[in-house]
């Protein structure tokens, strides 16, 4: 059982990892939205159609996290689709 005095070291932690997890997350993010632009690019991929597939998975998911993350995601593809790097 943890003391009293053990708690703000243990909140220090987990806000720790809640920083690590987070970088982590924007960074498969960053990851995802760079590998989608180059298959476009390439000719093997459609940004507007991948970001409305997103959209429709994100209506069909009961968890608020899940529904937030793949629109988020949707919204990224469409900036670099429509974004002046997207053209490079």
Known sequence: MQHPQDLPDVL?????QVR????????QRAAFVALARHLSKAGHADLPQLARDLEMLAQTQPEP?????????????????AGPSANR
């Not at 220090?12 to 720790?16: F, I, P, T």
């Not at 690590?20 to 960074?27: G, M, P, S």
Request: a negative charge; aromatic letters at 4%.
């Open 12 to 16: 220090d932690a987990l806000l720790d």
């Open 20 to 27: 690590e997890l987070n970088a982590a997350q924007a960074v």
């Open 65 to 81: 996290a899940w529904q937030s993350g793949l629109a988020e995601l949707a919204g990224a593809l469409l900036l670099a689709h």
